[in-house]
């Protein structure tokens, strides 16, 4: 991976597109728009996809029972265009008509000894909070019902601050941790997550309350050995396959809920120190928002797609770049974020949302889109993002299956495939859609059906550009996990790891090909072959070159008026030389000089307040700074909000 230098991108750039426009030339009727403080117009298109389980149902008509497995919830995937302006400051607060938990860690070793704790953010005056049917495989820290306090005794650490805590629980070592999650051996051995119990809220007026998801923890066998770890700042942590993104504001869960998190808070923390090497970016995090009440609709989005750039034509997108707003320079295609554990961190959900990178933007009149954007669950496509795979049954009829597409598959279809710009036109064989209208069962027979060709969406849309001869077949996927005002501890980092880097593991040749579904699947195999998957992490920017004992960063950053550059100077990094301290424009352009004088061994910081060596402000967009200590030189990237 090579090292940051002062250079222009490479590369055609392309004028971001109004949201608005963008969003009708996608043929879409946003269900609703909103404002985010009149510095974020975001279109959040909304479906419930009543086709993601077998049987169809909607939130509304959904009963709740409990003891639902997470995945038999309606699932719903979030889909939002970038940010028109840079974005905005998040309060660290819950907002208001929300409440949250968190298991503190989030995953512990299954030996019995590792313990964690259960905290509740009711966020207002509740009379109490208790837990019960808690998992057999726990061992909890007393007899059911359990108490949460909120005294500051125990295990709670701040009295009324409406953070409810119960806890120890450990892992109840007399039952065998399952060797794989969901019994599926294509997921990695030792890892599995466990729902610990309900939650009941005791309302002020007595009426009781619960969360649509209960808490989940992860599991780790014992024997497993720890990932190697490097923090590379007070907010960043690595992994070889997963960074560890630490904020007080929660972004990927607001954003998930619709509550406005700030994702450019989280890339800038990565591209400040990681070189713009990915992809895709997968967010996750190990704490949960949910609105009130518990069946709110966002509260059944399972994933999120953010389009960041489209350097390709013909699938029914119009081209823009915003990968700016997140501190990338053109390489970031898109951001996913995923739910919590098992309805969010799942093979089918998490490449569903890689996926919305291409697929079913086309114009809804073609008749294969459903207008969310996802295929119809009454077409033929077979895709992650809707339909199911036809069969031929003889006769101009075909039979469906539910178990290829939206809720799981093995492949690709060809559509995708195409819209990837990774098979040519004439690899694609005509789509279905019934019209017999609902309600269609898995394995019934179709015969009353319409027709659409690959020669009708390139009529509509063009060609798909690039084709297969020179589009991107090389993916770089980056896991994040975003943590709440810690970062990860090392039982946590390791279960992430390990997952992050079985994602994108190479299939042995005399295996099958996985299954994405309710697992933790290999996606190596599933867009088929000549196409690479990895998410090993790059080497840091610039702080390997720095002297041992030095490291340099900058906060915050992104930033609108000032940030504070910070390093610290080695003994054998300080010998009387001068260190310069600079910042560049993108073209290379020496803006200002804010410092140049030898200085001690020991800690140093130097003030920028977005001004050029002639006083004037500079535009908002990324910028470098450059720390020359006379024995190596780091640059690190600024990027300044309007
Ligand atoms: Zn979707």
């Known amino acids: 991976m090579g090292h940051k230098t002062l250079q222009m991108p490479s590369g055609p750039r392309i004028a971001p597109e109004p949201v608005g426009k963008s969003a009708r030339a996608h043929g879409l009727?946003?269900?609703?728009?909103?404002?985010?403080?009149?510095?974020?117009?975001?279109?959040?298109?909304?479906?419930?996809?009543?086709?993601?389980?077998?049987?169809?149902?909607?939130?509304?008509?959904?009963?709740?029972?409990?003891?639902d497995p997470p995945q038999l919830l309606p699932m719903r995937c979030g889909l939002e265009l970038p940010p028109v302006h840079p974005p905005f400051s998040v309060s660290s607060e819950l907002p208001p008509g929300t409440r949250s938990w968190e298991c503190i860690p989030s995953v512990i070793r299954s030996d019995g000894v590792a313990s964690f704790r259960v905290e509740v953010d009711v966020n207002g005056t509740v009379n109490g909070v208790t837990m019960d049917q808690i998992t057999e495989l726990l061992v909890p820290p007393g007899p059911a019902p359990v108490t949460l306090r909120d005294d500051g005794l125990g295990e709670d650490r701040v009295a009324d601050d409406s953070v409810f805590t119960c806890g120890p629980f450990t892992y109840k070592t007399a039952i065998p941790l399952p060797p794989f999650y969901q019994n599926d051996a294509s997921s990695p051995a030792g890892l599995y997550t466990t729902r610990v119990g309900f939650v009941r809220i005791q309302e002020m007026d007595a009426t009781v309350t619960q969360f649509l998801l209960a808490p989940e923890v992860g599991l780790l066998r014992p024997d497993i050995a720890a990932a190697?770890?490097?923090?590379?700042?007070?907010?960043?942590?690595?992994?070889?396959?997963?960074?560890?993104?630490?904020?007080?504001?929660?972004?990927?869960?607001?954003?998930?809920?619709?509550?406005?998190?700030?994702?450019?808070?989280?890339?800038?923390a990565i591209y400040q120190l990681l070189p713009d090497a990915f992809d895709i970016l997968v967010f996750f995090s190990n704490d949960k928002i949910e609105r009130l009440p518990r069946n709110d609709s966002s509260n059944f989005v399972a994933g999120l797609h953010q389009q960041v750039l489209t350097n390709f034509t013909g699938t029914g997108q119009s081209p823009f770049d915003a990968s700016g707003s997140y501190g990338s320079t053109g390489s970031l295609l898109g951001i996913n974020l995923l739910d919590a554990w098992g309805r969010g961190v799942v093979s089918n959900n998490v490449t569903h949302e890689i996926v919305h990178q291409w697929s079913a933007w086309i114009d809804v009149a073609l008749g294969l889109t459903d207008g969310s954007p996802h295929y119809s669950?009454?077409?033929?496509?077979?895709?992650?993002?809707?339909?199911?795979?036809?069969?031929?049954?003889?006769?101009?009829?075909?039979?469906?299956?539910?178990?290829?597409?939206?809720?799981?598959?093995?492949?690709?279809?060809p559509l995708d495939l195409y819209l990837m710009g990774l098979v040519a036109a004439g690899d694609v064989a005509p789509q279905h859609v019934s019209s017999g209208g609902p309600p269609l069962d898995c394995n019934e027979v179709i015969s009353n059906y319409s027709t659409v060709t690959i020669a009708e969406i390139q009529n509509r849309h063009g060609l798909r550009t690039p084709g297969p001869a020179t589009a991107l077949r090389d993916f770089r996927l980056g896991f994040v996990v975003e943590s709440h005002d810690r970062l990860l501890d090392p039982t946590e980092m390791t279960f992430y790891e390990i997952l992050a880097a079985h994602t994108t593991r190479s299939v042995p040749p005399a295996d099958l090909d996985p299954y994405l579904g309710f697992n933790w699947a290999p996606l190596t195999r599933f867009f088929g072959p000549g196409v690479s998957w990895r998410s090993d992490v790059p080497t840091p920017t610039d702080t390997s070159r720095l002297p041992p004992g030095s490291i340099a960063f900058n906060h915050p950053n992104p930033f609108r008026t000032e940030t504070t550059i910070r390093f610290e100077l080695a003994p054998s990094g300080s010998s009387g030389a001068a260190v310069q301290v600079e910042i560049y424009d993108v073209s290379g352009r020496l803006v200002r000089t804010l410092l140049d004088m030898p200085l001690a061994a020991g800690p140093h910081a130097v003030i920028w307040d977005a001004r050029d060596d002639r006083r004037r402000l500079v535009p908002a967009g990324v910028y470098f700074y450059r720390l020359n200590t006379g024995r190596s030189v780091t640059t690190q990237r600024l990027l300044r909000l309007r």
């Open 29 to 67: 009727s946003p269900t609703r728009a909103r404002r985010r403080a009149k510095l974020l117009l975001v279109v959040g298109l909304w479906l419930l996809e009543a086709a993601m389980v077998a049987t169809p149902q909607s939130a509304e008509r959904h009963t709740l029972p409990e003891g």
């Open 228 to 268: 190697g770890t490097a923090t590379l700042s007070p907010e960043v942590m690595t992994s070889d396959h997963c960074i560890n993104v630490r904020s007080s504001a929660r972004h990927t869960q607001r954003t998930l809920r619709f509550l406005g998190g700030n994702l450019a808070a989280l890339t800038g």
């Open 377 to 413: 669950a009454f077409s033929s496509v077979g895709s992650l993002v809707g339909g199911f795979v036809w069969s031929d049954h003889g006769v101009g009829t075909f039979l469906r299956h539910c178990d290829e597409g939206r809720n799981g598959a093995h492949h690709a279809p």
